[in-house]
């Protein structure tokens, strides 16, 4: 008898030492996979495709503090509610800031901000890897559907663009949040209320991390009804609270960034079949991922014009079909395509949205949705003719990675990015925009200035590009030309969230070509359009000091350094005009402010060192 029990203890053992060794072998081999394919990205450098902006030269994370995180939990950050994605970026910034300054200002390493948005993928996939182990119940076809999320070419983007950590952050959160509410369905009464808490704390990060995360209730009814055959009743008080939870961030993000231009020319009805050829070129990028762009010719202007919608419809239609067809043999396939849909349903362009003015199209949009893929893939592993399946599953992972890898390098730099971005779309407008951006930060402004026009040249109506050119021209002393370019720039912005300065650019031009009328009526304008926008009430100030309207000077500088406490200059200028107002002991603390912020201000010092007294007035 002692015998017996004996072999069946080893037997049992031997049958959980497979197990037990999966148990950290599959997740390593994500790990190592995963690194393969995007580990390069870790090297590279800040672009001006919205990095420099969020973060590089973004005065709250230079250098973070308390009351500069106050700023990010209770106000908008360019355009857009993100502030669990700042609070990790100010974390990050605090061990980012480097001795000294680079070529063009920038005092924060890029590669720790890379090396997160790789941490946090990383940590995605695992994710959605437990995810699919609860649904499929079978380790080795969720690891391979986790491969497919980990290293399609599809993910490079939001991986690789630092700006793009608010997409990678909220969808490995949501992610999490499906996978606790699996974990809820498939676990008995006790210890239920743990996993749906845990499920809905994921899910109110997520919100706070990027507003896209609201579709998320839509992706939880598909798995959690579909797959895990939780009851519409129970399903109802589930999930209910957090579709609740989605309304504020959805006004919010109304709010913030409104859009009252129809992108369409006012052709509503064509909508739907706007959305239905986006997921029939996201089709055809999750087949076929090569020339892959941050800026896809597919602004709604042409896909009307170039006539694509009146055809490419019949892809997301044969594909429902086919689904449904097969709803009852294949209920996965089905659910997995829905899931596409759900997760892009807000980029779609069955509503206007701010970016469709460059693409309705974007690779960063694909991130959650890429879970839809992850399982029909850990399904599709699982049919008959296995050894088929698994091969061609092999190959299929090898191909992504390398083809994942090489596009990593596309993302090195600003001039790298851009270049391959006119390789793949020579009508990028906003790629000439970038790289004229970066021109003006590399002090080269004639160089700025062409490409600023050549994206001009391709889209007229382009507010930003105008806005670039009309720095490029101050930089070059060519004020009148700068100051109709700004004018440009405004009438073009008109409806979106950069009008305000726009408007402020244009005053401040005005005035510096001594036209102070027409500069502070715009100045007036900007802030009228954005009341906390710091900038217009400081470039107000500026004009108001430089007519001898010194006290209305120091009211409109007091604003601005209210309204952003973290930008030195503000501080600065607000120091000169109370030193010029005879109000030496408040202009002495604000020197002192500004030191605290920009240790390296000479204006600052010399301004502590002695009395400026009624000196020189404010400059532009």
Not at 55 to 80: E, F, R, Y
Not at 220 to 230: D, M, P, T, Y
Not at 397 to 410: D, E
């Amino acid at each position: 008898m002692a015998k017996k029990k004996h072999r069946r203890r080893s037997e049992s053992q031997a049958s959980l030492a497979p197990r037990s060794a999966l148990t950290w072998t599959i997740p390593l081999l994500l790990v190592v996979v995963t690194l393969l394919a995007l580990f390069p990205l870790c090297g590279f450098d800040f672009t001006t495709w919205d990095d420099v902006s969020n973060v590089a030269s973004n005065d709250l994370l230079n250098p973070p503090t308390l009351s500069t995180l106050w700023v990010c939990w209770t106000k908008a950050q360019m355009s857009i509610y993100i502030p669990l994605t700042y609070t990790l970026w100010a974390m990050i910034a605090l061990l980012a800031r480097t001795d000294a300054p680079d070529a063009s200002g920038i005092w924060l390493n890029p590669y720790l901000f890379h090396t997160a948005n790789l941490v946090i993928h990383i940590v995605a996939v695992l994710m959605v890897y437990a995810l699919l182990k609860q649904i499929v119940a079978k380790p080795w076809p969720a690891a391979f559907g986790a491969l497919v999320f980990a290293v399609h070419p599809l993910q490079v983007e939001p991986v690789g663009w630092i700006a793009g950590m608010k997409d990678v952050l909220c969808g490995m959160l949501s992610i999490t949040a499906l996978w606790q509410l699996v974990v809820y369905a498939q676990t008995t009464p006790p210890r239920r209320r743990l996993h749906y808490t845990l499920a809905t704390i994921a899910y109110a990060l997520a919100l706070l991390s990027k507003p896209s995360g609201m579709s998320l209730p839509l992706l939880a009814v598909l798995i959690a009804r579909f797959i895990c055959k939780l009851p519409w009743k129970q399903l109802a008080i589930v999930l209910g609270p957090w579709f609740l939870m989605a309304i504020p961030i959805a006004i919010i993000a109304r709010h913030v960034q409104p859009v009252t231009v129809a992108y369409d020319g006012g052709k509503f009805w064509l909508r739907p079949l706007i959305a239905a050829d986006a997921l029939a070129f996201y089709a055809s990028k999750l087949v076929w991922p090569l020339h892959l762009a941050v800026q896809y010719d597919h602004y709604p202007q042409a896909v009307i014009e170039h006539r694509w919608l009146y055809w490419t419809w019949i892809v997301p239609v044969s594909l429902t079909i086919m689904a449904l067809l097969l709803r009852n043999k294949l209920p996965w396939l089905w659910v997995g395509l829905a899931l596409i849909v759900a997760a892009t349903l807000p980029v779609l362009g069955l509503v206007p949205f701010q970016f469709e003015r460059l693409s309705v199209v974007a690779d960063h949009y694909m991130y959650v949705a890429m879970l839809g893929p992850a399982i029909i893939a850990a399904y599709a592993i699982t049919l008959p003719r296995k050894k088929i399946a698994v091969t061609a599953g092999i190959v299929a992972i090898v191909a992504l990675t390398v083809r994942s890898n090489r596009q990593t390098w596309n993302w090195r730099d600003t001039q790298t990015l851009f270049q391959h971005e006119l390789d793949v779309n020579p009508k990028s407008f906003a790629a000439y925009d970038s790289l004229a951006s970066w021109a003006v930060m590399h002090h080269q402004p004639q160089e700025a200035a062409e490409y600023a026009e050549r994206a001009i040249e391709i889209n007229p109506d382009y507010a930003e590009a105008w806005g670039t050119l009309g720095g490029a021209l101050s930089a070059l002393g060519r004020r009148a030309e700068a100051a109709a370019a700004f004018k440009r720039a405004y009438e073009f912005a008109a409806g979106n969230e950069t009008a305000a300065i726009a408007a402020s650019h244009y005053g401040a031009a005005m005035a510096s070509i001594g036209n102070r009328a027409e500069g502070e009526r715009y100045l007036r304008r900007a802030i009228e359009l954005d009341p906390q926008l710091d900038e217009a009430h400081l470039n107000l100030a500026v004009l108001l000091a430089n007519g001898g309207r010194i006290a209305d000077a120091v009211n409109e500088a007091e604003t601005a350094t209210e309204l952003g406490p973290e930008n030195p200059r503000n501080h600065l200028t607000l120091a000169i005009l109370l030193d010029q107002n005879g109000q030496r002991q408040r202009a002495v603390e604000e020197f002192q402010r500004t030191l605290l912020l920009s240790p390296n201000s000479a204006v600052a010092k010399r301004g502590l060192a002695r009395p400026l007294g009624n000196g020189a007035p404010a400059r532009q």
